[in-house]
């Protein structure tokens, strides 16, 4: 069929997708990465690619060595702050042990779960029989839920029995592992695991060799065990200290060729290692900003990335960040946060920084409005200095002229529509937000009141 300029439909659809695939390729053709995989987080990368750790690797290959001659091996303790290598040494080993054990015809299991965002014990132990089901390529055979935790461990070691002759359980983020506690006294979910899976070890409820390696940002985890916990658990410990700012440098110059060749300025490795070493010298860091520079290059199609897409990539990170904190406050925290953010908001002033009077007035507004406990002039003002301790806000004190004493005025930090669009994920300021006329000319009310005392 044709039309009346003398196209036929199906020439107008092929030069559509010509046309979506050609754009899509001209991205990728123009793109700065090569290999953008090596700067994923949760590559593990070859072992010409890890910097330094030798001690680290030593310890770990020492530890699993008599899985390869049907010993079970010692449980572990890999502990240091955040992004220092513990899951890329004890993973990158284990790959090592299961290609070795494939060889000689042993089967072993890597049984990895990280605990951070699991809410209770019950579920880690869920967590654990879907993995190693998953290993095993059977079924998980329990339901989530509906049935005791007790059968779910069952299960677990019933799998590791019969699938496996040696399993290594990597447990990341073990002190997140808290639980539903119901009184302070009651032990916290890591240790009633630790407890379950290293005596089900030494007792031989699992045929086979099985260790617990637990990693943690915690040093003083130890301490927070129960007694029999601790000593059942009884680890070899592995220590990872910080990096500094040149050993950050050799770890992304190992991973240079993400990038096609010839597109880094020469500045951009030595300072995204710089910023990280600023923390504590976390190699995680290092690696995202040193990624995220080249998606900012990318996205405003750049064919180089130079030292300002760093810079902006540490921008980017820092509010991304904030942001994360932002919604974990408590609610009278958020509501204060936010009456002082609509302020600059919705002021027909162009006000930026916020007398403390106005924003309390506003604060008390939106409890009304929310049907949510107001509190005091001084809480409000509590709330806000913890807010300026997170470096949400900054305080700044002035004079209102001859004979209006000083006050108190906040500046938000973040663009105050990303921090009230953030807070609204807070189901109450979402609704609150519903009726956007009625927030705006209780600003403006109080705004002029304030200002010129009608
Ligand atoms: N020595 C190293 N050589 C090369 N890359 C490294 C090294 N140490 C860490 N990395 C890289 O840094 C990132 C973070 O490392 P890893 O996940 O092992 O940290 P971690 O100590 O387990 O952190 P967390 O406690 O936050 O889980 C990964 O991409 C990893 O590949």
């Known amino acids: 069929m044709t039309d009346r300029d003398g196209v036929s439909e199906d020439d107008g659809q092929s030069s559509l997708s010509q046309s979506i695939k050609g754009r899509l390729q001209e991205g990728a053709k123009n793109s700065v990465f090569r290999e953008k995989a090596l700067l994923d987080p949760d590559t593990v990368i070859d072992e010409d690619r890890i910097v330094g750790r030798d001690q680290q690797l030593d310890d770990v290959i020492t530890y699993l060595r008599p899985t390869l001659q049907g010993n079970r091996p010692p449980n572990m303790l890999l502990y240091g702050p955040s992004g220092t290598g513990k899951s890329l040494i004890i993973n990158a080993v284990c790959e090592q042990v299961a290609e070795l054990a494939e060889s000689q015809g042993s089967r072993f299991g890597v049984i990895n779960i990280n605990c951070q965002t699991i809410k209770s014990h019950d579920r880690a132990v869920y967590r654990l029989v879907e993995r190693a089901a998953t290993q095993a390529e059977v079924d998980p055979g329990v339901p989530q839920s509906g049935v005791s935790t007790d059968q779910k461990l069952g299960r677990f070691y019933d799998i590791l029995s019969e699938h496996f002759d040696s399993v290594i359980i990597i447990l990341d983020e073990i002190d997140l592992l808290i639980g539903r506690q119901r009184d302070p006294n009651e032990e916290p979910a890591y240790s009633k695991l630790l407890y379950q899976l290293s005596r089900a070890s030494q007792l031989g409820r699992i045929d086979g060799d099985v260790s617990v390696a637990a990693l943690t940002n915690d040093p003083r985890f130890m301490e927070e065990l129960d007694g029999r916990a601790e000593s059942s658990f009884n680890p070899q410990d592995v220590v990872f200290s910080d990096y500094d700012a040149n050993q950050l440098q050799v770890i992304l110059a190992r991973r240079k060729d993400a990038y096609h060749d010839e597109v880094l300025e020469d500045g951009i490795i030595p300072l995204s290692s710089a910023f990280a070493a600023q923390d504590h010298g976390d190699a995680r860091k290092a690696i995202d900003l040193f990624r995220k520079a080249g998606e900012i290059a990318d996205r405003r199609g ?153």
């Open 302 to 454: 750049d064919n180089e990335v130079a030292e300002e897409h760093v810079r902006d990539a540490q921008t980017e990170a820092e509010r991304d960040r904030t942001l994360a904190q932002m919604k974990g406050l408590s609610s009278q925290k958020k509501i204060s946060l936010y009456a002082t953010a609509v302020v600059p908001i919705y002021s027909r002033r162009n006000l930026t920084a916020v007398p403390t009077t106005i924003a309390y007035r506003v604060y008390q507004y939106l409890t009304e409005m929310l049907g949510v406990d107001e509190k005091s002039r001084d809480s409000y003002l509590r709330y806000m200095s913890e807010a300026e301790t997170y470096n949400f806000v900054t305080t700044e004190k002035r004079g209102r002229g001859y004979g209006n004493g000083v006050h108190k005025e906040y500046t938000l930090v973040d663009d105050p529509e990303v921090v009230a669009e953030t807070l609204q994920a807070d189901v109450r300021l979402k609704e609150a937000m519903e009726d956007e006329d009625l927030i705006q000319s209780v600003v403006n009310a109080q705004v002029t009141e304030f200002f010129e005392g009608k």
